[in-house]
């Protein structure tokens, strides 16, 4: 199946191993889901560690239980340093 601008699509988030993270390293990554924390520039969504930075685009107010999606590169820890955060 093909993905498409405009569609929504589920986000099932694996454990995988850490020689696997390490490879996929560098990455892009995108992931949906509600806020769980805000700790300054370290965000937990759906279970997935997201660091923002100076550069990244936030296009919203952030807040816990606001559902985002976050679009960056994965870092070799399975965190995604975000390049844009969005409702």
């Known amino acids: 199946s093909e993905t498409s601008v405009g569609r929504t699509y589920g986000v099932t988030h694996t454990q995988l ?38 550069k990244t685009e936030i296009k919203i107010d952030l807040s816990v239980g606001l559902i985002v999606t976050v679009q960056g590169t994965l870092q070799s820890d399975g965190s995604i340093l975000a390049r844009e955060i969005k409702e």
Request: glycine share 10%; proline share 5%.
């Open 17 to 54: 191993p850490s020689e696997t993270v390490t490879a996929m390293a560098g990455q892009p990554a995108e992931v949906s889901g509600a806020i769980e924390s805000i700790d300054g520039s370290v965000l937990v969504i759906a279970g997935r560690t997201v660091i923002t930075t100076i």
